[in-house]
């Protein structure tokens, strides 16, 4: 790993991750807030009477569990944590290669004492540590913000698990951007898969919250390997956790290997 090319993406790319901090602050304190102990329906009721059943649940937003954890796993981590965050990985995976290479910023980068492997895993090792530290950060602000507004009533080891999870999912997603940044030498084309199967992979998540006859469709989205509601309510977790892990290790790998590998135009 290069520490000059590890300390140069931090200095260009910590305002945006600042940013997505911002808005995961956000959400996450005006969401846990609303959480009543005396009527966790409610969100339910006020969000029915604009939209259909089916769109919510697209949406993850149904209260499966009445306690504050099964409240947070529906409406924070039905769709926005998995959501958000999925925007940032896009965003930075085809910045940290793709973009470079297109721009010709990546042929200064390689005239230096560094090796294209070298280049590439310092690059994924920034995607990773920077993706670690969005969902540590969500994690202790959840931690803190349910303990001050709701003492007592958070279930933190299961919230500790959902989180796990959701770095797991993230880290696969970031590992599919990465890839194709990798493979791809225009942003254009890097953009197109390294984007458009996350995104793909969402819609058909929420068809298939929206409804649950479409059953087949959870072979073709890897967001059925994530589902905070079954962690909140104790169901298994570690296979798809790491199932999802497996899937990262091999995409950051192949995308390691492919950008060693492939012709760049130099």
């Not at 089916?54 to 959501?83: C, H, K, Q, R, V």
């Not at 770095?167 to 890839?179: E, N, P, T």
């Not at 996350?198 to 087949?216: A, C, D």
Request: hydrophobic share 55%.
């Amino acid at each position: 790993m290069s520490k000059t090319l590890f300390n140069k993406n931090w200095k260009s790319g910590w305002k945006l991750l600042m940013a997505f901090a911002a808005i995961l602050t956000m959400y996450i304190a005006i969401i846990i807030g609303m959480f009543d102990p005396a009527d966790a329906e409610m969100m339910s009721r006020l969000a029915g009477l604009k939209f259909s059943k089916n769109l919510l649940a697209a949406f993850g937003f149904e209260t499966i569990d009445p306690s504050l954890t099964g409240f947070i796993a529906s409406y924070l981590y039905g769709f926005l944590m998995p959501g958000l965050p999925m925007v940032y990985t896009v965003i930075m995976g085809n910045k940290l290669v793709s973009s470079l290479v297109d721009r010709g910023v990546m042929a200064g980068i390689l005239m230096g004492p560094v090796t294209r492997r070298r280049v590439a895993l310092t690059q994924a090792v920034y995607l990773v540590v920077t993706l670690a530290v969005l969902i540590l950060y969500v994690t202790v602000l959840g931690l803190l913000i349910s303990a001050q507004r709701f003492p007592g009533l958070l279930n933190v080891p299961a919230f500790l698990r959902m989180n796990v999870g959701l770095l797991a999912l993230h880290l696969a997603l970031a590992g599919i951007s990465f890839f194709f940044s990798c493979l791809f030498n225009q942003t254009g084309a890097s953009l197109a898969l390294g984007a458009g199967i996350p995104t793909v992979f969402l819609l058909l998540r929420m068809l298939l919250n929206s409804s649950p006859r479409l059953k087949l469709l959870r072979y073709g989205t890897i967001f059925s390997l994530y589902s905070a509601a079954d962690i909140a309510l104790g169901k298994p977790w570690l296979l798809p956790t790491a199932a999802l892990c497996a899937i990262a290790l091999v995409l950051f790998a192949g995308g390691v290997v492919v950008f060693d590998k492939k012709d760049l135009p130099l």
